[in-house]
């Protein structure tokens, strides 16, 4: 008996405790093929999200021709407010769009902005309950299946609506369906890599939103003629995703799983990615639980956020300033029809400014400071939004507008460009400036700021229709001062993923204290060696 007691002894001394950080950067690899593919598995749902957050720019498009159908009508109208209804019609038929199904024009032209508003404003919901679920009891994979499945159902009752107070609804429905698949897919990629490695894999997400937005032109050119068209199309998407890759090739996030008191299963799929990329963990490791974790769990977690002042003031920060870019990126697409291009081609273009964007991000990431890159993409994208107010032109004749010119789509281009780098750098700053067991519900916080601010900027859309000078000016004014406000965040980079709110506190601080130590230490050689001389 004492034989056997003596050698349990021996064996919990021998016993090696690792934080998660630690054993992917000694053990499994900081980003082997294993956490490729995972990222790589997780990052396809931003395809999704990306088709069902920009498919408004073709299905409630405002039409930019018509033609007279009677004897009556005169062709020299400016505008279709002035003719008698039945003696015109849209050229590209009336179901080509909501806006010309549903007569949304003139005294009805403020009800085309509340479809995506409220889409927009369910997602700021949504965000709000998938951060709880996410850092909660449902956990990171679970939140996006769910989020898929949600998104697949409202996606295709969409396609059924009867007028525009339904589609409305659905489309709120929808906006908050999806907006668990952003931030939950971001901190489920990000927490399986190591810290060299998070802001790139924070990045890549962003390529599969990309591809989603550079495939909606190719959805919606066949289906022109049929808005109800596109949302049949993409509502297949998601189904397919969460049944066939997401449930049985998805590993859940080791480090909600330890923060969740499931120390084993967190191990098990440390594991299993060594395994993959031909490495083994000790047989003696066991995983080092952050203090108060299974005393307190993630949703006590999320409460403390507010509780604690530093946090607070850094999430408050952090919010105003999503607000602003949430109203930049996602307004400066929605106003892409008030650039007087062809709308497919310029959605096209768009689309392929944010492949620069997100590998400029990418590599930026690896040795810039966070902070320096938002701000700086910042004012870059609102000076190009004021830029593109000199070349805004209209021309009210028969409806129609005048054909733009290149530099104001040059401009335009680089200013979205830069929102992008500034929108997608936010993200993964959110991501480091918070521990585990709030990490999700601050993305979701900072996710819903960026859908306050992206549900007011369909109304000044409406209103670039008749001003499109207005709304440049207001989309550059915002995102400048976003990049002032981003000033007063620490900076992350290079920094650990701490676990609870109370230990990156004590680090931080530490950190604080070590940092003015030094400054002294310095300060104090120097002035030793200036009375030497």
């Not at 963990?281 to 639980?289: G, T």
């Not at 006590?300 to 949430?326: E, S």
């Amino acid at each position: 008996m004492e034989e056997e007691k003596q050698g349990l002894v021996k064996g919990r001394e021998n016993r090696l405790q690792l934080t998660v950080d630690e054993v992917v950067e000694e053990y499994v690899g900081s980003f082997g093929f294993s956490q490729l593919v995972h990222v790589f598995l997780v990052s396809l749902a931003w395809i999704f999200d990306s088709h069902n957050t920009l498919v408004t720019i073709f299905t409630d498009a405002q039409p930019h021709s018509w033609k007279c159908i009677s004897p009556i009508c005169d062709e020299n109208e400016a505008s279709v407010c002035g003719l008698k209804p039945g003696t015109w019609e849209w050229a590209a038929g009336n179901s080509s769009s909501t806006i010309a199904e549903w007569g949304l024009v003139c005294d009805q032209n403020f009800l085309a902005a509340i479809p995506a508003s409220l889409f927009f404003l369910g997602s700021l919901l949504g965000s709000a309950v998938y951060g709880r679920l996410a850092d909660g009891f449902l956990g990171r994979k679970r939140s996006v299946l769910l989020s898929c499945l949600l998104t697949s159902a409202t996606t295709f009752l969409t396609s059924l609506s009867p007028n525009i107070w339904i589609y409305s609804l659905l489309r709120f429905a929808n906006g908050f369906s999806r907006s668990g698949i952003g931030i939950c897919c971001l901190v489920l990629s990000t927490e399986a890599v190591g810290r060299k490695w998070r802001g790139q894999v924070g990045q890549y997400g962003f390529f599969f939103f990309t591809a989603g937005f550079l495939s909606l032109p190719l959805i919606a050119y066949p289906t022109r003629t049929c808005w109800r068209n596109i949302y049949k199309i993409i509502s297949f998407l998601p189904l397919v995703y969460a049944v066939f890759i997401l449930v049985p090739f998805v590993s859940e996030s080791p480090r909600w799983l330890l923060v969740r008191g499931r120390s084993e299963e967190a191990l098990d799929v440390l594991k299993r990615y060594a395994k993959v990329n031909g490495k083994k963990l000790p047989p003696n490791l066991s995983l080092l639980e952050p203090p108060s974790c299974a005393e307190r769990g993630a949703v006590q977690g999320t409460k403390n956020l507010w509780n604690t002042n530093w946090a607070a003031k850094r999430m408050a920060i952090v919010m105003i300033t999503g607000f602003g870019v949430g109203f930049v990126y996602y307004g400066v697409q929605l106003n892409v029809e008030n650039l007087n291009f062809n709308l497919y081609f310029t959605v096209a273009i768009n689309a392929m400014m944010e492949i620069p964007a997100v590998f400029v991000g990418s590599v930026l990431l690896s040795f810039t400071n966070r902070r320096l890159l938002f701000s700086i993409s910042a004012y870059i994208a609102g000076i190009s939004c004021i830029l593109c107010i000199i070349f805004s032109r209209t021309s009210h004749k028969k409806g129609n507008r005048s054909k733009g010119n290149l530099a104001q789509l040059t401009i335009e281009a680089i200013g979205f460009m830069a929102a992008s780098t500034a929108f997608d750098v936010m993200y993964v700053y959110c991501v480091e400036l918070f521990p585990t067991n709030v990490r999700n519900f601050a993305v979701s916080m900072l996710r819903q700021a960026l859908m306050l601010g992206a549900s007011i900027a369909p109304l000044l859309v409406v209103v670039g229709r008749f001003s499109p000078s207005l709304s440049f000016l207001v989309f550059g004014l915002l995102s400048i001062v976003s990049g002032m406000i981003s000033l007063w965040l620490p900076e992350t980079r290079n920094s650990p993923l701490y676990e609870t709110l109370e230990q990156q506190e004590e680090e931080e601080k530490f950190n604080t204290i070590s940092d003015d130590m030094e400054i002294e230490l310095g300060k104090e050689i120097n002035n030793t060696s200036v009375f030497t001389i």
